[in-house]
Each structure stands twice: as C-alpha cells, then as structure tokens.
C-alpha cells in the first residue's frame, strides 16, 4: 500500500504532476540512487510499521481533532518516513540517525514529529530508552511533547495494548511524562537551560524551531549523549529564520544542502528541505506548494492569499515574516526599510505648530557627529495626519567632511542642520536650541537612549526643567514603534514636510529582525547616519507611554524618568 503511494509521488514529481523544489528532487535522486547500492537495504516491513502506527494516531488541533480523525499522511510525508525508517545498515540497525527537515510554518510539523518521538519511546524495543523534545525554552520544548501527550492519550482510548504498555504522568511546569514499563523507557520535554544536560543518555532527541538557536550547544549535547545506543535519532524540525549566522543555516542547512547534491556523503543524514526556488515569484500561488508541500489542507490557500496580500499592503516587515515563515525562505536580519517614493508620498507641508502637544526623541551621537531631535505631534482632528518636526546639529569640520555623501552644506544653509562647534559637538548649542524648541511649542515629554542618562545635554534639559525618560534601544521597546512608524508611512497617516536630512537618512536604514518577528533600526548595519530616524522612533514611542493630560505611566512600564 506505502510503497505504491511512494512510487507514486516519486513519478508525480519527476514528470511535474507535483510541483516541488530542486532539494525535494534532490532527496528523490537520492532514494532512487541509494536502491542500487549493496552496502545498504531497504526494509519494507520496518518502513510500514511506522506508517501503520501513524495511521492510528490522531490529530491535536484544530477541527480535525474534534472530529476525532486518524491521521492521514500525504504523498510527500508517506515518502519522507518510508525513507526514514525503512533505509536499514547490514547490521540490521536504522540507516538514518541525523534527521534535517525544514518546511515552512503551519505544515504539520509538530504533529510529525510527535509522532516519531512516540514510536521511538514504544516501539523500538531500546532499553530504557530516553526520548527528549528538545528547544531553546520550556515552552517552545512542550509544543511537540504536549502533542505527543494528547496523541497518547488518545491511543490508550482507542488501543487495549497501547493502554497496557504506556503510562502517562505529571503535567504542570515539565509538561508531563510518557513511560513504558516495559522496557523502562519515558518521552519529556528538555529546555537548553536544563541543569541535567550533561547526564543524559538519549535514544531520540526532537529539536524543535532550531533556526532560533544561537549555538549548537543543545544539538551537541544530545547527539554527544547517544554514544552508547544501537540506533539512536536526531530529528531536527525547523522553519527558515533570520539569523544565517546561527548554527541552523550556518551548520546544519549547509551540510544538509551539500549531502543531497553530492559534495559531502554522508550516509547517516536524512533531509529534506521544502522552500522556493531561486527566481520563484513569490507571490505567484503556483509556487507556494514548493514550500508547504500540504497547502490545501493545512495551510489553506485562503490563509497563504491572506499572508500574501498583508505582505504586499503592509511592508517590508510583513513581506520578510511571509517569505520567511510562510515560504520558508531564509532571510538576512537585516533588510531595507521604506522606499524614496513611499516616503516622499508623506511629504505634506508642515502647518503652523506653535502652541500645540508634542512628544520628542532625542538621539545623541558621537562628539563629533550628528545629533538629532525630533518632534511629533498627535492630530487633533479625524483626518489629520502626525507630524514630524526634525532638528539637527553637526560640527563644522564634520559637515565638510561629509559634504561627498550627502548634501551637508547646502542643507546647513537651507537652515535643515544646525551647526554646533568647529572641531567637536558645542553641547552649549544643542541645550540652548532644545530649550528654545521647548518654548515654541507644548513638548509634554522626551525619549532619550538610556545609556545616554547621564550625558551633560541631558541632565542640562533636566536641570532646566524638561522632563525626559530613558528608552531603550533593544528589540523589546523599539519593535512597536517602529511597526508603528511603518504602518503610518504606508497609510499616509504621517506627514515630514519632505525635510532632506530625514529624506537622506530613510534611505539609509537597514530594519534587523530576531526570532520572534519583532524589528528595529540598526545603526550598525545601516550604510550612513540613521539618527533622525532612531530619534523619530523614540518619539513615537514616547507618545504611546503617555497617557492624555500628562499622566505618566512610566513607573508602571519600568521606564525611569529624569
């Protein structure tokens, strides 16, 4: 029955019935051409077995859990755990003990691999086996593991001879415990932070998201821990992610990538990797199944045109997190922000402001480089749009010296910077001016990077009476602000008067993103100076922390004012 749907989606994707990427070709190649080796065999039966077990387990979520449905394998899972499980060395034992698989996210992969943790734990006989769901938190850890329990549960039900074998246990903090008596044998979920890392003694280790972790630590420890066990697997699960330097992409994705077309052997690693190919027009839904191999059922079509739509109306971010979590593209961390033309589609002429509520940000440089102060004001009316009021000031000496990147002196005679000091930054300049500003309009507050607190221009705005709070630079209160500066810029819901620094400086920003999709202006990545942009930000961030009327709520936010 297996084999006829393995042969099946074997032909489907060579003749082009299926679409399917160059590296799920590749993986085909792979089985076909290992069937003609003496050195190792295929075990029908053994590949069978597990995809019978698979057929009894249940579904977790969704309605197909209400409905109490078996688990039905497509075409490209029957093939992938046919390979897996059937491929067996001389000696009898499992040919594959390294497993890569990455596909993009709502594909199934947790149920997947809950299952393989449960048939690990009861069904292949290891004396007191140790199977480990494994991730970089507790959480992120009991995602497969909490499936693995419910799909336990659900066979003690269902089966007298499972309900007999299996004991289920605790709950709470650990996620729970699936034993067997009678090879002493148990399945728990393992966090990296762990203190029992070093003693462990694994048959089976799931590791869940790697892309999101830093080091390989965890990986090691497991695989290091698995000396002593017969045939013992390492099933790495992960979606694209952004951090190329992480050990995933890094590591793990490269040699997966160069065992399939044939630059490294090695005999005991698995992989199979859905993703676009290069040239692919990812907005093109005809690709889509290259990188969610069970678009139709789960994700749906309707859900991926969702994704895509957001991802074309909503931005860079958005079209990052689609094509990184949805298509499984692996992305840099960092990428452009907000193109010239959408920009200058917010370059409304700035009315008189005198008088009216604003909230500041104020991001301060180098002594010999560019300090900025920007300024914005709430609407006040339905369709008025947040203004943005920037300042800056620069040395002498440096806007010559910058005068080839960027129009510098024509934007100090203009009146678009202000010079302060000849060699270095005159701090008497930028007080004096901040305090004036102050005056000219209603600033309720300012933003400043908190590791600037104790900067003289700072406690001067203080001693004078301007009330500042710190903010930080980190991902955790840049992230909605940012998205919120972005959300603005693409509704036409913010207006900069076409002011050429900021212009100048929009066109330089380079957006990092880390594993939670969150997403900040990195000054480090970004070609040229970004400050008016950092500082705009921390406005923007500065006016959500404050409530109407002056009430601060800082203190309750834990962010210390001056």
């Not at 497509?74 to 000696?91: A, D, H, I, M, S």
Request: with cysteine; aromatic share 10%.
């Amino acid at each position: 029955m297996y084999k006829k749907i393995v042969n099946k989606y074997i032909k489907d994707v060579q003749s082009g019935k299926v679409v399917a990427c160059e590296f799920v070709k590749l993986a085909i190649k792979r089985h076909l051409s290992d069937l003609e080796r003496e050195d190792i065999y295929f075990d029908e039966d053994a590949a069978n077995h597990f995809l019978k077990f698979s057929s009894y387990c249940k579904y977790t979520k969704g309605q197909l859990a209400k409905e109490k449905r078996n688990i039905e394998l497509t075409p490209q899972q029957v093939f992938r755990y046919w390979c897996l499980f059937g491929w067996k060395r001389e000696n009898g034992t499992r040919r594959f003990r390294r497993i890569y698989f990455e596909v993009a996210r709502k594909n199934g992969k947790s149920e997947e691999a809950a299952i393989v943790s449960l048939y690990l734990t009861i069904f292949d006989k290891e004396e007191g086996a140790e199977v480990y769901c494994a991730a970089t938190t507790m959480g992120q850890a009991r995602m497969v593991h909490d499936a693995a329990m419910v799909m336990a549960r659900k066979l003690k039900n269902d089966s007298p001879e499972i309900d007999s074998l299996v004991r289920l246990t605790g709950g709470g903090r650990t996620g729970g415990n699936i034993s067997v008596l009678e090879t002493n044998s148990k399945c728990e979920p393992l966090p990296a932070n762990d203190d029992k890392l070093d003693g462990l003694n694994p048959h089976g280790g799931i590791i869940d998201e790697y892309h999101a972790h830093k080091t390989s630590h965890l990986l090691e420890v497991i695989q290091t821990g698995m000396g002593s066990r017969e045939q013992p697997m390492l099933f790495i699960i992960t979606t694209a992610g952004f951090e190329k330097q992480f050990p995933c992409y890094s590591e793990e994705r490269k040699l997966a990538i160069e065992v399939l077309k044939g630059v490294k052997i090695d005999d005991s690693l698995f992989t199979v990797i859905y993703t676009l190919d290069e040239g692919d027009d990812w907005k093109d839904p005809k690709v889509w199944i290259k990188a969610n191999p069970n678009i139709g059922i789960t994700p749906t079509f309707e859900y991926m045109q969702e994704q895509c739509d957001q991802a074309k109306n909503k931005g860079v971010s958005k079209e990052v997190q689609f094509k990184t979590k949805n298509l499984n593209v692996w992305t840099d961390s960092s990428m452009a922000f907000i193109s010239d033309d959408k920009w200058m589609k917010c370059g409304q002429e700035l009315p008189d402001l005198k008088g009216r509520v604003c909230y500041g940000g104020l991001d301060l440089a180098s002594v010999s480089d560019m300090n900025a102060f920007v300024l914005i004001f709430p609407p006040i009316e339905e369709d008025e749009p947040t203004w943005v009021m920037p300042f800056f000031w620069i040395p002498k000496a440096t806007i010559e010296r910058k005068n080839e990147i960027g129009n510098f002196r024509q934007w100090e005679r203009d009146g678009f910077i202000r010079e302060a000091g000849e060699e270095v930054i005159n701090q008497g300049v930028i007080i004096r001016d901040i305090i004036e500003i102050a005056q000219e309009y209603k600033l309720k507050t300012f933003a400043f990077d908190r590791f600037m607190a104790y900067n003289g221009i700072v406690q001067s705005l203080h001693d004078a009476g301007l009330e500042g709070f710190e903010f930080g630079q980190g991902f955790k209160s840049m992230s909605q602000p940012t998205k919120d500066l972005e959300g603005k810029i693409l509704s036409k819901k913010i207006a900069h008067g076409g002011n050429p620094v900021l212009r100048w400086q929009v066109g330089n920003v380079e957006l990092s993103v880390d594993p939670a999709d969150n997403i900040k202006l990195d000054k480090k990545k970004s070609r040229e100076k970004i400050d008016g942009m950092v500082a705009l930000v921390m406005a923007l961030g500065c006016e959500t922390a404050f409530v109407d009327e002056g009430d601060s709520v800082y203190e309750e936010r834990g962010i210390r004012t001056l």
